[in-house]
């Protein structure tokens, strides 16, 4: 493993590259340390010490390596492009107009990114202004009479919304001279960066409440959780499928045997997030009627706003179960690959071609996914367990959103340049 990384490290291309890309996310997390023009720092901080266990922004801040609270240049994260990319990915099966710039190949790829771009810059606006409106209400940080800003006036509240939307705006063009001149996918890696950054702080936390018996306890099942994510991660179904000869001119094409890859986790991190993001309605909804005593809003905090009762686990799960099924039916359809696999020869051994191979592929898929989808939700399970055994916060480093992220930017990473050395005629990483 170590000799691998002198391998990369030795060869000037590639050296070349990570270097690069550990300049970008440099820049990135300082970024993500300079407030915002108009925020009265020490208050901010002193409020944010006192209540970072508490809210509704838990996802948000996490994605943004806990600089939503703080107010930084970079408070939004990656978080606006996140939505933004969902959105699209959505309105690519609704709307026939984007469905054929995606059939398009990198031309219509090219536009439908153009898109995410002016769709990540609206929310960015959105999200910044309601934050700014929450910070000057003083409603951010629950519990905090303190003031987070000098001064409370319409040009200061537009000039915050400004800075952090061109934050977001900096953030994706940090994230694409990643992918264009360094190693992975730049977005991936800003994200894992952010998370990365949360997660001493966290184990520390754990470690100074409960001590070291309970903080070594919690780093062997961390251990124990990852090496299961990795291996999930990694699983998948391989349906085989075989290529007729076919004769164009004087040449023969086909004969070949290939694979269809089903992940065991098709749908990735999208169900957490879509899970998180409905759960998130209701506790803001009762963050924005504080004081009230309306008998709904009473419930709705009761149960729906930390995540240590069962009521609100029980929810959780069963939504991340849905919105698995529901991204993996939008995001991979049995039928169109049936019809490319019938428009050039190729058939699944034991299954005719056409109908019969869409409702194999269906029956594979809708038995693969309760598995990935069961996962998911255990996995999302974890912190909120956590919150109840050692009062840890929801942003519990060994979970969740967190982990996934982890575990699959690092592997996606690390494959990537596995292959750059392999063509080196070095072994790598992985063997």
């Not at 098709?266 to 879509?274: D, L, N, T, Y």
Request: net charge positive.
């Amino acid at each position: 493993m170590l000799g691998a990384f002198a391998n990369a490290f030795r060869t000037p291309d590639l050296r070349k590259k990570l270097l690069f890309v550990l300049f970008i996310v440099a820049v990135f997390r300082l970024g993500s340390h300079i407030p915002t023009p108009g925020v009265d720092v020490a208050n901010v901080q002193s409020c944010f010490e006192a209540t970072k266990n508490s809210g509704v922004y838990g996802l948000i801040n996490l994605f943004s390596g806990g600089a939503l609270l703080q107010l930084t240049i970079f408070a939004l994260g990656i978080m606006p492009y996140i939505t933004a990319s969902i959105i699209l990915q959505l309105l690519v099966v609704v709307i026939p107009r984007l469905e054929a710039l995606k059939k398009e190949g990198q031309a219509g790829q090219t536009k439908i990114t153009q898109y995410t771009r002016y769709l990540t810059l609206a929310l960015a606006i959105l999200q910044a202004t309601g934050i700014v409106a929450l910070a000057r209400t003083g409603n951010l940080l629950q519990g905090c009479d303190k003031p987070l800003l000098y001064k409370d006036t319409t040009w200061v509240a537009i000039l915050m919304v400004i800075t952090m939307a061109a934050g977001t705006a900096v953030i994706m063009w940090l994230g694409e001279l990643i992918t264009e001149r360094g190693i992975g996918n730049g977005m991936s890696i800003l994200i894992f960066t952010q998370v990365i950054a949360t997660f001493p702080a966290a184990l520390w936390g754990v470690q100074k409440a409960k001590g070291p018996w309970v903080f070594g306890a919690v780093i062997i099942m961390g251990i124990v959780v990852m090496a299961a994510v990795v291996f999930i991660e990694q699983a998948q179904r391989r349906i085989p499928v075989q290529y007729a000869r076919r004769m164009v001119g004087r040449k023969m094409f086909g004969g070949s045997s290939t694979y269809i890859p089903l992940k065991v986790n098709q749908a990735g991190i999208i169900p957490v997030i879509f899970a998180s993001s409905l759960l998130y309605l209701p506790a803001m909804a009762v963050q924005f009627n504080s004081g009230t005593n309306n008998q709904i809003l009473i419930w709705i905090q009761r149960y729906f706003v930390r995540g240590d009762h069962p009521l609100y686990m029980l929810a959780y799960f069963l939504l991340i179960i849905f919105f698995t099924y529901f991204y993996v039916a939008i995001t991979f359809n049995p039928q169109e690959v049936a019809d490319n696999m019938k428009q050039y020869g190729g058939f699944i051994p034991g299954i005719r071609a056409g109908k019969p191979t869409e409702e194999y592929l269906n029956y594979v898929l809708s038995r693969i996914t309760l598995p990935g989808a069961l996962y998911l939700g255990l996995l999302s399970l974890i912190p909120l367990i956590a919150l109840v055994w050692v009062q840890a916060n929801q942003n519990f480093p060994f979970g969740g959103t967190s982990l996934l992220i982890m575990v699959g930017v690092a592997l996606d990473t690390v494959k990537q340049i596995e292959s750059q050395l392999q063509q080196r005629n070095y072994e790598g990483f992985l063997r």
